[in-house]
């Protein structure tokens, strides 16, 4: 593989990242210029921190706030007089993480905004399309670390849509699918800027696909549920109703829920699911380090950890996910 070393980095780096992957290279980042949003990226296996590289030694060297300033040459510039006296907002589900998964009708949104506010699991090759003068604004959380406050992200959207400019808010996944879509829409309504909605992919359902997991077969379910993992069973701020859920026959996949997996899993148990019934994780959905557990689910929190699965990750648990001879890899 063709290898790129990407220096003068900032916040923005995953957009340059997710572009050089996109055409094949892998990439590396001076070890001196190593950052919490670096870090996370060469946590997801996007990139590699050297000490001291050697830039002759590369296919490519990359200036990546230049390769911002100038990102997409062949996309189509509007110019300030193209943009509306009243600006607007666009709230686009940018699918599971695979750029081919971002729908035509988001692409088209991305390539027109005057500016792109983004998250660190929206499809960041996607940027490379954007127009040469649009504003990026990362504003991704990184788990136990960086995050931008919601209450700033609702501000920002109508801030800019204030000033006359036609705003992208780029996700990933689907917005109203524990996207925090609702919230922003209501935060530009109640401020009197235009907001639409482009529908994206949800990884609750794309990402178990991707793994070979059917949510529905006939003959094993009729359905499934999506439920957030995000607070434990038990938390006085618990609205999951885990009994139902044992006892429902639907399969049930949990999002977000990665560090609380064992209370989960035995909370099930508890309520009467039996501890045989399968049970698989899928950390890194439609990205290039997709990677998977399948396990019974009274050993899936042990299988996680020794798997080293971390967040973002999909769960899944029923019979399904053996359905189709076990999960592909």
Partial sequence: MKQALVHRTDERVGVVVADLAERGFRVDVPAQERSAVTEDLAARGQLTHVEEPDPFAYALVVDASAHLKGVAPDARSSGSSARKATGAVVLVGGGPGDPGLLTVAGLEAVKQADVVVYDRLAPLAS??????????????????????????????????????????????????????????????????????????????????????????????????????????????????????????????????????????????????????????????????????????????ADAVARGGLEPPAITVIGDVVTALGGADG
Avoid: Y
Wanted: glycine residues 12%; charged residues 15%.
């Fill in 127 to 300: 940027l490379a399309q954007a127009r040469p003068d649009a504003e990026l604004v990362n504003v991704g959380k990184i788990p136990r670390g960086e995050f931008t406050p919601q209450e700033t992200i609702n501000a920002l959207l109508v801030e800019r849509a204030r000033e006359g400019k036609h705003v992208v808010r780029l996700k990933g996944g689907d917005n109203f699918v524990f996207g925090r879509g609702g919230e922003e829409w209501l935060a530009c309504a109640d401020a009197g800027v235009p907001v639409t909605l482009v529908p994206g992919v949800t990884s609750a359902v794309a990402v178990p696909a991707l793994a070979g997991i059917p949510l529905t077969h006939r003959s094993l379910t009729q359905g499934f549920s999506v439920v957030s993992g995000h607070v434990p069973p038990g938390d006085p701020r618990c609205t999951v109703d885990w009994r139902s859920l044992a006892t429902g026959g639907l399969t049930i996949v949990v999002l977000m829920g990665v560090a609380n997996l064992r209370a989960i899993a035995g909370e099930l148990q508890r309520h009467g699911l039996a501890p045989t019934t399968p049970a698989a994780c899928i950390a890194d959905g439609a990205t290039p380090t997709q990677r998977h557990v399948v396990t019974p689910l009274a050993d899936l």
